[in-house]
């Protein structure tokens, strides 16, 4: 679930936003709170032909609520995804592309509400454009004598392509990285920068490969990256990341009711998890990871491949271990000297027996 507070002038969408996630976002505004879903999407249509897609929203109060639907534009906000919005520039006419099947309607308690966005592209339509369509709610205002006024609002992202032959799909790696050298335990977290060199908005995706050997002839493990589709906006760098925490022990945030916890920075806690049905995977020493991450440049897939290494060195657990190891030796040392003293002391009480002849007579201890 994401909050999102209106304020005066340009509304931030602070999500990790350009996903083409279908999960329901909810917000609580001025008191109000809905719940949007998708997230954000992408459709597709030619130009001189249309693109339609269906938004969603739902009134979580107890009482029905107005609600009135407002189109901005947005772009990227730095490199982790996040989208500021802002009303269209006098000079943009594509906000008038846009029509909805009701700009405004009351959304009853519990019900989802639905809104068909179709966009009119015309003839001279070219590559993506960047619609934010905000549910806001239409609230009494008790303070004042003008009636009733707009506060907050939920908002989903859309992304229009305009398929045109001018499109030129690329990106780069600019940035592929462990955030250590040398762990004592895992997660260990991955970077991915990717910079769209084009000029229409991707979504690429791959895997990290985690292995021994850097050949990779053979796998530990495989980490997703961008899972959820995330668009790269044409111009812009984004970042994702992908976390291996395959391993015993293994660091874990902790959590109340569900809740991670925060220290006072605002930093995850985290506390070791010893699960013993993970016991045998104990990481140890040197390993690398390799990025495939591909894009679809119009034709075909291009793949972009980038490797990373990392030590992981759990010296706690070894320094146990070395540590258990000395007390064993030395148990078995001070047990073997133990018997061989006793063994010394048994022998010395036994006394050699006197041979006779066949008369009786001692033939002595050496038997001359």
């Given amino acids: 679930m994401k909050k999102y507070v209106a304020a005066l002038g340009s509304l931030f969408f602070c999500v990790a936003a350009l996903t083409m996630s279908a999960h329901t976002v909810s917000a609580d505004a001025g008191g109000i709170n809905l719940t949007t879903s998708p997230i954000v999407t992408s459709i597709t249509g030619k130009p001189g032909g249309s693109a339609t897609t269906t938004l969603h929203v739902q009134n979580n109060n107890a009482n029905p609520v107005t609600i009135n639907v407002v189109l901005e534009t947005f772009r990227a906000l730095g490199t982790n995804g996040a989208a500021r919005m802002m009303p269209f520039a006098k000079n943009d006419p594509s906000g008038s592309w ?17 809104v068909t966005m179709t966009v009119n592209l015309p003839k001279n339509a070219s590559l993506g454009y960047y ?20 506060k907050g609002g939920d908002a989903i992202l859309v992304l229009v392509n305009a398929m ?25 977290n991955f970077s991915v920068t990717v910079k769209n060199t084009g000029n229409i908005f991707l979504a690429p995706t791959g895997d990290v490969y985690i292995s021994k050997s850097s050949d990779f002839t053979h796998s530990i493990d495989t980490i997703p990256v961008n899972y959820a589709d995330g668009n790269v906006l044409a111009g812009t760098s984004r970042t994702f990341t992908a976390e291996w925490a395959d391993g015993f022990p293994v660091f874990k945030p902790k959590t109340v009711d569900g809740n991670k916890i925060t220290d006072k920075k605002g930093n995850v806690e985290q506390s070791l998890n010893w699960n013993l049905a993970s016991a045998g995977k104990l990481r140890f020493g040197k390993y690398y990871a390799k990025l495939v991450l591909a894009y679809n440049n119009g034709s075909r897939d291009v793949p972009i491949v980038a490797v990373v290494s990392f030590w992981v060195i759990p010296w706690k657990v070894l ?19 133990k018997l061989a003293a006793r ?4 022998s010395k009480k036994v006394k050699p027996r006197k041979r006779t002849d066949d008369d009786g007579n001692s033939a002595g201890d050496t038997g001359a």
């Fill in 98 to 114: 846009v029509h909805f099947s009701q700009d405004s309607f009351v959304a009853q308690p519990g019900i989802w509400s639905s």
């Fill in 131 to 150: 619609y934010a369509v905000i549910f806001k709610p239409q609230v009494a205002d008790a303070a004042s004598d003008l009636g009733s006024t707009i």
């Fill in 164 to 188: 045109t032959g001018n499109e030129h799909p690329q990106v780069s790696v600019t940035n592929f990285s462990a955030d250590k050298k040398l762990y004592e335990y895992l997660p260990a």
């Fill in 319 to 337: 320094l146990v271990g070395v540590v258990a190891l000395i007390l064993i030796l030395i148990g078995l040392y001070a047990s073997g000297k």
């Fill in 343 to 346: 063994t010394i002391r048994l």
